[in-house]
T-cell receptor
Framework: KAGVTQTPRYLIKTRGQQVTLSCSPISGHRSVSWYQQTPGQGLQFLFEYFSETQRNKGNFPGRFSGRQFSNSRSEMNVSTLELGDSALYLC???????????FGPGTRLTVL | GNSVTQMEGPVTLSEEAFLTINCTYTATGYPSLFWYVQYPGEGLQLLLKATKADDKGSNKGFEATYRKETTSFHLEKGSVQVSDSAVYFCALSFGNEKLTFGTGTRLTIIP
């Protein structure tokens, strides 16, 4: 069974721009979660989607948003990029029923 | 709120040494506990997990036991290899909720 895939793997943007990241979960998984990893703040939860609905949300500003499609693929959008948004963005999928989360390789976002 | 405290790194060991990485948690109730590993340039891989008190998770020679009395989930391996060099994260979650991670412990094994 294929694992979680994330595209693109690397992105370079400038301040003020917006960016969209994509995540395809493991086949059959209906839950997708997003995490931000930075050297200073570590791993922080952004949000989780289950069956196209946001089920949980972390403490990030409204510039960070997401959505999930009927095939369970998810996108994350960050608008008005700031230098501090530079991070590794990790996506994780699970069946959604008290199951383990499995992570993708991440998207490395650099904001200049 | 819930939190995970991990042993500060970095940790450097010689090949075949015994490894312990300490992890303790603070939570209301009894969460599931996890160890994830991150190799350079990669995402997180699940190493092992335990879902209830006294459960022992094990994988690839690594073990951790869910200790409710001490709210701990220490990671151990009897004989480490160079290929075990990575960053190790302890984490907890309740059911379908988010994972709460520790700060990570960087492990370097020298031949």
């Amino acid at each position: 069974k294929a694992g979680v895939t994330q595209t693109p793997r690397y992105l370079i943007k400038t301040r003020g721009q917006q960016v969209t990241l994509s995540c395809s979960p493991i086949s059959g998984h209906r839950s997708v979660s997003w995490y931000q990893q930075t050297p200073g703040q570590g791993l922080q939860f952004l949000f989780e989607y289950f069956s196209e609905t946001q089920r949980n949300k972390g403490n990030f500003p409204g510039r960070f948003s997401g959505r999930q499609f009927s095939n369970s693929r998810s996108e994350m959008n960050v608008s008005t990029l700031e230098l501090g948004d530079s991070a590794l963005y990790l996506c994780a999928s699970s069946s959604g029923s008290f199951d383990t989360q499995y992570f993708g390789p991440g998207t490395r976002l650099t904001v200049l | 709120g819930n939190s995970v405290t991990q042993m500060e790194g970095p940790v450097t060991l010689s090949e075949e040494a015994f490894l312990t990485i300490n992890c303790t948690y603070t939570a209301t109730g009894y969460p599931s506990l996890f160890w994830y590993v991150q190799y350079p340039g990669e995402g997180l891989q699940l190493l092992l997990k335990a879902t209830k008190a006294d459960d022992k998770g094990s994988n690839k020679g690594f073990e951790a036991t869910y200790r409710k009395e001490t709210t701990s989930f220490h990671l151990e391996k009897g004989s480490v290899q160079v290929s075990d060099s990575a960053v190790y994260f302890c984490a907890l979650s309740f059911g379908n909720e988010k994972l709460t991670f520790g700060t990570g412990t960087r492990l370097t094994i020298i031949p």
